[in-house]
C-alpha cells in the first residue's frame, strides 16, 4: 500500500466516522473551533486596524519630519509628560526661518499649521466645537487636501489672511442642507468667510481626525481672529523631504536650525521634538504584537480544550475499530499505514473545526464593516487576510497531529490475533 492509499482511505474512515458520530464528533470539534475563532478574529482585527491606520498615516507620508514640543518616541508605558510640559510651542516664525534658510536640496515643502474649535454659523444653523485647521500655503503639498467643489487657496489669499475657507463635507451638508457651498458665506466666531471649497467625503479614520468634520483656513486669517499668540497650543512645523534624501539626515538638519533660531548652547538639551511617523508606526506596532499575543493565549486554551476533545474521540474510534484493524494488518497493511489513517482522521476534524470557525470570523467581521458602513459612517474596514486563514488551517493541522498522535500509534502497534478477536 502506498501514501496516497492511506491518505485516501484516511480521509475516506474520517468521513464515515464523522458521520456516524455527528453529535459527538462536532461536540468534539467545537473547542477548535472557539479556538480557531478567538485567535483569527483577534488577528484579523489587529490587522485591519493595523492596515487602516498605517493607511491613515500614509496621507501624512514617511518622508515628514514633525517638529513639536512632545516627542512621539518615548509614546507607551510611563510617558514622562512633566519632562516636556515646559517647552515652548513650535512657531509660525520658526517655521518660515526653517524654509528660508534649510538647504533646498534637501527639503521640497516647508509648512506651520496649528488647530483649535470654534462656532461655525450660517444664518440660523450652527456648528459648535467645529475643528479649525489653520495651515500655510505648502501644507497642500505635504497632506493633501482633497477639494472636490471649488478650489485650493492661492498665495495671496494666504499672505494677506483673506477671510476664506474650505470646508469638511459634513459641515457643508449640515449648513447648507444641499444646497452648493462654494461662493457662500459662514461665520466662525462671529467673522463673516468666504467659501471657495468642499472637501471630498472621506469618512471618519481609526484615527478619528477626519477632514469632513474640518474647516480649513489661512493661518495668518486664523492667527487674527483666535487671538493668537506666540507658541499657541497644538503647533506644529511640518517638513517634506525629497525624493532619496536621508530622513536622518534632514533631522539632524532641522535640529540644528531650531538650535540655532532658539539660541539653545552646546550643552543645553533640545527644548523641541523633531517627530517622523515611524516613530508611532513603531509603537503601535510593539502594542498590537502584545495583542496578538494575548489573543493567541485565550485561543490556546479553548484548543487545548478541542485537543483533548479530539484525542479523545480518536481513543474511542481505535476501540471501535479494533477488530477492523487486525483484519487490514492481517491482511498486510503496515503500521505507517495504520497509523496514518487515525491521523488523517484527526487532522480531518481539527480542519473541520477550524474552517469553521474561519467561516465565523468570516461572518462577524462582514457584520462589523455593514455597522461600520451604514451606522457609523466609518472608513474603517475589517477584513480577513490570506495570512490569517493560513494560520488558522496550519494551527488546526498541528493541532490535528498532536491530538491524533497517541491514539493513532497505539492502533498502529496493535497485535493483529489480539485485535482480530477483541470484542
Not at 523633531?274 to 495583542?291: E, W
Request: glycine letters at 8%; a positive charge; hydrophobic letters at 45%.
Amino acid at each position: 500500500m502506498n501514501w496516497f492509499s492511506a491518505i485516501s482511505e484516511g480521509f475516506t474512515m474520517a468521513l464515515g466516522s464523522l458521520l456516524r458520530n455527528k453529535l459527538r464528533s462536532m461536540l468534539s470539534v467545537l473547542g477548535i473551533t472557539i479556538g480557531i475563532y478567538c485567535i483569527i478574529a483577534v488577528y484579523a482585527l489587529v490587522h485591519s486596524l493595523e492596515k487602516n491606520l498605517n493607511d491613515s498615516f500614509s496621507n501624512y507620508g514617511t518622508d515628514v519630519l514633525f517638529v513639536q514640543k512632545w516627542p512621539w518616541d518615548e509614546i507607551g508605558g510611563e510617558y514622562p509628560w512633566w519632562k516636556y510640559n515646559n517647552r515652548p510651542q513650535a512657531t509660525a516664525e520658526e517655521s518660515q526661518f526653517i524654509s528660508e534658510n534649510i538647504n533646498k536640496d534637501l527639503v521640497s515643502a516647508v509648512a506651520f499649521t496649528f488647530s483649535t474649535r470654534a462656532l461655525v454659523e450660517r444664518k440660523e444653523i450652527s456648528l459648535s466645537n467645529v475643528q479649525l485647521m489653520a495651515i500655510s500655503f505648502e501644507y497642500n503639498a505635504i497632506q493633501k487636501v482633497d477639494v472636490e467643489l471649488g478650489r485650493y487657496f492661492t498665495h495671496a489669499e494666504m499672505n494677506s489672511g483673506r477671510p476664506v475657507v474650505i470646508i469638511g463635507a459634513n459641515v457643508a451638508e449640515n449648513l447648507f442642507q444641499g444646497q452648493y457651498a462654494v461662493g457662500k458665506n459662514i461665520k466662525i466666531k462671529g467673522k463673516n468667510c468666504v467659501v471657495i471649497g468642499v472637501c471630498r467625503k472621506e469618512g471618519k479614520t481609526v484615527l478619528g481626525n477626519s477632514a469632513d468634520e474640518q474647516v480649513f483656513l489661512p493661518a495668518r486669517l486664523a492667527m487674527g481672529m483666535m487671538n493668537y499668540k506666540r507658541g499657541e497650543k497644538g503647533c506644529q512645523i511640518m517638513i517634506k523631504a525629497k525624493p532619496k534624501v536621508s530622513l536622518d539626515l534632514l533631522k539632524f538638519e532641522v535640529a540644528q536650525m531650531m538650535r540655532r533660531y532658539r539660541r539653545l548652547s552646546l550643552s543645553a538639551d533640545d527644548n523641541f521634538a523633531v517627530n517622523t511617523m515611524s516613530m508611532i508606526t513603531n509603537v503601535i506596532s510593539n502594542l498590537f504584537g502584545q495583542i496578538r499575543t494575548i489573543g493567541f493565549v485565550i485561543g490556546g486554551f479553548s484548543m487545548l480544550v478541542g485537543c483533548f476533545g479530539v484525542a479523545n474521540i480518536m481513543f474511542v474510534s481505535v476501540k471501535e475499530r479494533t477488530q477492523e484493524i487486525g483484519i487490514q494488518k492481517a491482511l498486510g497493511a503496515h503500521n505507517y499505514f495504520i497509523l496514518i489513517q487515525f491521523l488523517i482522521e484527526s487532522v480531518f476534524l481539527c480542519l473541520i473545526g477550524g474552517i469553521i470557525g474561519l467561516i465565523l470570523v468570516w461572518f462577524t467581521l462582514s457584520a462589523m464593516n455593514y455597522g461600520l458602513q451604514h451606522y457609523l459612517e466609518s472608513a474603517i474596514r475589517l477584513y480577513l487576510a490570506n495570512s490569517d486563514i493560513s494560520i488558522g488551517i496550519i494551527v488546526s493541522v498541528i493541532v490535528g497531529i498532536i491530538a491524533g498522535f497517541i491514539p493513532a500509534l497505539g492502533a498502529s502497534r496493535l497485535n493483529p490475533v489480539d485485535a482480530i478477536r477483541s470484542k
